[in-house]
C-alpha cells in the first residue's frame, strides 16, 4: 500500500501523461513525498525530463518513459521498465489524455474521436490492467492503489465544446467503479479524481486562449484551479489516509 510521508515509503508510483499540466504537478508532489516516479510522456521529452530534474532536485528518484498508453506494446515496456529501474509498482495515476479538440458532435471527426478514445479509454484500462497482475493479492503482490484522472465534463456533459471528451470521461467514471469493486478484496484501491476548470495549456493547446477568464465567473469559488491542487487530491487517495476509500469520484472543481 502506497504510504504517504518520507518516513513510509513505498513502491514505485507510474504517472501517465506526466510531462506538463496535473500530470507533472503530480509526478511532483509524489517524488516530495518520497516516492520513485515513472514520468511517462508521449511526446515532450523534453518537459518529461524536466519534470524528473525537479525531483531529483529536490532529493526523490524519478525516470522519463516513454511511451503511448493507447498501444498495448507501450503500456508493458512502461510497467518492466518502471519495475525494474525503480522497485515494485504500488501505485498508478491515469492521467494521459487528449480532447479530441473543442467541436460540436455534428462536427466531430471519425479520426480524432478514434484516437481520443484510444487515450482516455483504452489506454486507462490497459494500464489498469497491467497494474492490477503487478499489485493484486491474488496475482502475488503486496497491493496498491490506483487513480485515474476523470473531468467534471462527465456530469455537466460537456455541451457545446467537447462532448465527445465528456463521453470518454464518463467511461472512467463506469471503469473506475467497477474495477473498484472487482479488485477491493484483492489490496488494491481505485478512485478517480474530476477536476474542474484548472489553469494549464489545455486550453490554449485547443485554440480557447480565454476560457479560464470567460468561464472563471461562473465557478462559486470564482477562479480556476491549479494543477497543485488537483495533485494534492490524487496524492490522498494513494495514501494510506484513504485506506477505506475506494470507487469514489472525487471531485475539485470549486463548487461547480
Same mark, same amino acid.
Given at each position: 500500500?502506497?504510504?504517504?510521508?518520507?518516513?513510509?515509503?513505498?513502491g514505485?508510483?507510474?504517472?501517465?501523461?506526466?510531462s506538463?499540466?496535473?500530470?507533472a504537478a503530480?509526478?511532483?508532489?509524489?517524488?516530495?513525498?518520497?516516492?520513485?516516479?515513472?514520468?511517462?510522456?508521449?511526446?515532450?521529452?523534453?518537459?518529461?525530463?524536466?519534470?524528473?530534474?525537479?525531483?531529483?532536485?529536490?532529493?526523490?528518484?524519478?525516470?522519463?518513459i516513454?511511451?503511448?498508453?493507447?498501444?498495448?506494446?507501450?503500456?508493458?515496456?512502461?510497467f518492466?521498465t518502471?519495475?525494474?529501474?525503480l522497485?515494485?509498482?504500488?501505485?498508478?495515476?491515469?492521467n494521459?489524455?487528449?480532447?479530441?479538440?473543442?467541436?460540436?458532435?455534428?462536427?466531430v471527426?471519425?479520426?480524432?474521436l478514434?484516437?481520443?478514445?484510444?487515450?482516455? %479509454?483504452?489506454?486507462?484500462?490497459?494500464?489498469?490492467?497491467?497494474?492490477?497482475?503487478?499489485?493484486?493479492?491474488?496475482?502475488?503482490?503486496t497491493?496498491?492503489?490506483?487513480?485515474?484522472?476523470?473531468?467534471?465534463?462527465?456530469?455537466?456533459?460537456?455541451?457545446?465544446?467537447?462532448?465527445h471528451?465528456?463521453?470518454?470521461?464518463?467511461?472512467?467514471?463506469?471503469?473506475?467503479?467497477?474495477?473498484?469493486?472487482?479488485?477491493a478484496?484483492e489490496?488494491?484501491?481505485?478512485?478517480?479524481?474530476?477536476?474542474?476548470?484548472?489553469?494549464?495549456?489545455?486550453?490554449?493547446?485547443?485554440?480557447?486562449l480565454?476560457?479560464?477568464?470567460?468561464?472563471?465567473?461562473?465557478?462559486?469559488?470564482?477562479?480556476?484551479g491549479?494543477?497543485?491542487? %488537483?495533485?494534492?487530491?490524487?496524492?490522498w487517495?494513494?495514501?494510506?489516509?484513504?485506506?477505506?476509500?475506494?470507487?469514489?469520484?472525487?471531485?475539485?472543481g470549486?463548487?461547480?
Amino acid at each position: 500500500m502506497v504510504v504517504r510521508g518520507k518516513e513510509e515509503k513505498a513502491g514505485a508510483i507510474i504517472v501517465t501523461g506526466a510531462s506538463r499540466g496535473i500530470g507533472a504537478a503530480i509526478a511532483r508532489l509524489a517524488g516530495a513525498h518520497g516516492f520513485p516516479v515513472a514520468v511517462n510522456f508521449t511526446r515532450g521529452e523534453e518537459a518529461a525530463r524536466g519534470v524528473v530534474a525537479d525531483i531529483e532536485s529536490a532529493g526523490g528518484r524519478a525516470l522519463a518513459i516513454q511511451g503511448d498508453v493507447a498501444r498495448e506494446e507501450d503500456v508493458i515496456r512502461l510497467f518492466e521498465t518502471a519495475s525494474r529501474e525503480l522497485g515494485p509498482v504500488q501505485g498508478l495515476v491515469n492521467n494521459a489524455g487528449i480532447t479530441g479538440g473543442f467541436a460540436r458532435v455534428e462536427e466531430v471527426q471519425a479520426d480524432a474521436l478514434s484516437r481520443m478514445l484510444a487515450v482516455n %479509454v483504452v489506454g486507462t484500462i490497459l494500464c489498469a490492467r497491467e497494474a492490477v497482475r503487478r499489485m493484486s493479492l491474488r496475482h502475488g503482490g503486496t497491493g496498491g492503489a490506483i487513480v485515474n484522472i476523470s473531468s467534471l465534463a462527465s456530469r455537466t456533459g460537456g455541451t457545446g465544446e467537447w462532448v465527445h471528451y465528456a463521453a470518454s470521461k464518463g467511461a472512467i467514471n463506469s471503469f473506475t467503479i467497477g474495477l473498484a469493486r472487482e479488485v477491493a478484496n484483492e489490496g488494491i484501491r481505485v478512485n478517480a479524481v474530476a477536476p474542474g476548470l484548472i489553469e494549464t495549456d489545455l486550453h490554449a493547446t485547443n485554440g480557447a486562449l480565454d476560457r479560464v477568464e470567460r468561464l472563471s465567473p461562473s465557478i462559486p469559488m470564482q477562479r480556476a484551479g491549479t494543477p497543485q491542487e %488537483v495533485a494534492e487530491g490524487v496524492l490522498w487517495l494513494l495514501s494510506s489516509a484513504a485506506s477505506y476509500t475506494t470507487g469514489t469520484i472525487l471531485e475539485i472543481g470549486g463548487g461547480r
